[in-house]
């Protein structure tokens, strides 16, 4: 039995942090600089058994970015660890990205890539933004693509430590329909193959880089009931993430801690897969040591979260992390529980519970149709609605 402590305005409590260029609110301009620290949330904290961790100065050489490892275990103590392993992690949960214009965000994912908006609510960090979330009919954990849009947000720059290539997984027959589909929108679609699966690559309106793999999963798809793409050809949930590393080793040793093990290379591509056939199991990592480091923006991936079953697998997980990384405590994100750190190359990552889910607070039929913000919120709630911008959700009811 694990017991958990659930604490209001939580302490900084992690070394991780992000800077970025964007407006907040309405008082400032779309130059101003936004410090989010995650260990400072201003939602609240679970907590179980817990150590405070000291924190690590910045690194203000070239904007480079401190990650803390403690001691990166050897292949011997890996195959030893490997027998105690907590409850293996399937593949991805969600993946949360940064973009600028919310309307105009909302209208290409739903409209454009047919994905189900199944949650409008707030940036709990920063409450006077909003925070999407898109995926399959149920907003089922391995679908989940969330969105912090801030208006006239300064476009990020791609480069090592970050994730530059969000990939969803589309039935192999579709292809030729999503390259009509996209063309007609006026999107620039490039095909192409990347270990024998082909592929559609191309940019959303805020320069995020998307791919289509046609794929054969053995789940069949929840689509999304007011899409305009016919249920045999849509979007299934992800087939997995790229990151853009400088070393391929020290980010290896925290894949292979987390149960993702090379099973291809493509010349400076490397796949990791886990154990399974889950959506969003592909972990790709592309290697260049002379890349230069990203810069965090509109149209740049903030994190990616990887699944874990329950509150008591994730908690398993934190103190197996715990070893190696500094990992903050766990935050009640309301419909997901959730513990973050960044793997050495830099990428943050998360670790979010699959329950309890998207209905939590509102039904199947009607999700994303209205705001939804957490209880410590609701008497800011007048306020909040003032200050987001307006949006309409547009649900289509014929296919094409």
């Known amino acids: 039995m694990h017991k958990v402590l659930i604490v209001r305005n939580a302490p900084f409590m992690s070394s991780l942090a992000v800077i970025l260029t964007m407006p907040i609110g309405n008082s400032l301009s779309a130059q101003s600089f936004r410090r989010i620290n995650l260990g400072r949330f201003s939602g609240r904290q679970i907590t179980g058994t817990q150590n405070r961790r000291q924190q690590a100065p910045a690194n203000r050489d070239k904007g480079q970015r401190t990650v803390t490892v403690k001691q990166c275990p050897s292949d011997t103590m890996m195959v030893a ?99 009509d589909r996209l063309r007609a929108a006026g999107l620039s679609a490039q095909r192409s193959q990347r270990f024998q699966e082909q592929l559609l690559s191309f940019s959303d309106p805020d320069g995020m880089r998307i791919e289509l793999v046609g794929h054969a999963e053995p789940e069949t798809a929840k689509a999304p009931r007011f899409a305009s793409v016919p249920a045999e050809y849509a979007i299934r949930g992800f087939f997995g993430v790229t990151l853009f590393e400088r070393q391929a080793a020290p980010t290896a040793v925290i894949l292979n801690q987390m149960g993702f093990h090379q099973a291809y290379q493509e010349g400076s591509r490397l796949r990791f897969l886990p154990e399974g056939n889950a959506l969003g199991r592909h972990i790709d990592l592309v290697i260049d040591p002379d890349a230069r480091r990203g810069r965090m923006g509109a149209g740049s991936v903030h994190h990616i979260a990887f699944r874990a079953s329950d509150d008591a697998a994730q908690l ?30 830099g990428v943050l990552f998360e670790m979010a519970t699959d329950p309890p889910g998207f209905m939590l607070d509102e039904p199947i039929e009607s999700l994303g149709e209205q705001l939804r913000i957490p209880e410590w919120l609701e008497p800011q709630r007048q306020e909040l609605e003032r200050r987001l911008p307006a949006i309409t959700l547009q649900k289509s009811t014929v296919t094409a």
């Open 316 to 345: 398993e997980w934190r103190k197996e992390l715990g070893k190696h990384l500094d990992v903050t405590t766990v935050q009640d994100r309301t419909y997901f529980h959730s513990i973050y750190f960044r793997e050495p190359g």
């Open 81 to 179: 660890e490997k027998q105690n392993m907590p409850t293996p992690i399937p593949g991805l949960h969600h993946v949360t990205a940064i973009a600028s214009d919310p309307q105009r965000n909302l209208d290409f994912y739903t409209s454009i890539l047919g994905l189900r908006f199944v949650k409008r609510t707030v940036n709990f960090d920063d409450p006077g933004t909003y925070h999407f979330y898109f995926g399959d009919d149920a907003g089922s954990p391995g679908t989940i693509l969330t969105f912090f849009p801030w208006p006239g947000a300064t476009r990020g720059a791609s480069g090592a430590g970050e994730v530059t290539q969000t990939a969803f997984s589309i039935p192999i027959e579709s292809l030729g329909y999503w390259e």
